[in-house]
């Protein structure tokens, strides 16, 4: 467990990163109505979905550190008072959540219980878990409609990145095989 906490937290703060750093700034000069955090690809939803989708209950624990510590890093210690902390921990379990609630109406999409990846499925589960995300966060941050979307959207196309990096990336494995 301790080397699945460190790996999902790297991903996740490098996810982070890679979104503040890199595609917020070309976002800002492309797109500057979406400056207020609303980034159009955000990743770090893709890395709840896929350790929800892989880890089932254990992910709210695997994202915890990880969700925290940037939550921390975005807000300062304003990002600890209980409005914000709660925005936070809707987005550590909204992925975890989702899977879980689809589980209980027989729709189960965990990795341990399909017998292939379905893409599909992982994006619907990403999709409702954003609408949760989007609905706890907007509630407690106090954001309007426009940020919403852009949450919404954010969500989801970080979590299409992902699941497209993934798929390449299994690509270039099973092409590396002997």
């Known amino acids: 467990m301790l080397i699945e906490l460190m790996l999902v937290s790297l991903l996740y703060i490098a996810a982070f990163a890679l979104t503040f750093g890199l595609l917020m700034p070309a976002q800002r000069m ?3 109505e979406f400056a207020n955090y609303a ?4 990743l770090p939803h893709g890395v709840r979905v896929l350790t929800a989708w892989l ?13 925290l510590l940037t939550h921390g890093f ?6 600890f008072s209980i409005d914000y902390f709660f925005a936070a921990l ?5 992925a975890t959540s989702t899977f879980w609630l689809f589980a209980t109406m027989r729709m189960d999409f965990h990795r341990e ?3 292939t990846i379905s ?8 999709s409702f878990a954003s609408v949760i995300n989007v609905a706890g966060t907007s509630y407690f941050y106090g954001s309007d409609i426009q940020s919403s979307s852009a949450y919404f959207i954010g969500d989801l196309g970080g979590l299409l990145a992902c699941m497209v990096i993934l798929m390449f990336g299994f690509r270039w494995i099973r092409r590396a095989r002997p």
């Not at 880890?55 to 969700?67: D, I, M, T």
């Not at 809707?90 to 909204?94: D, L, P, S, V």
């Not at 893409?119 to 990403?126: K, S, T, V």
């Open 30 to 32: 492309v797109l500057p």
């Open 39 to 42: 980034s159009i690809l955000f």
């Open 55 to 67: 880890f089932g209950l254990r992910a709210v624990l695997l994202l915890a550190p990880g969700g």
């Open 74 to 79: 975005l807000h300062g210690t304003a990002g």
């Open 90 to 94: 809707f987005g550590i379990i909204c």
């Open 113 to 115: 219980r399909a017998k």
């Open 119 to 126: 893409w599909r499925e992982i994006l619907l589960a990403g």
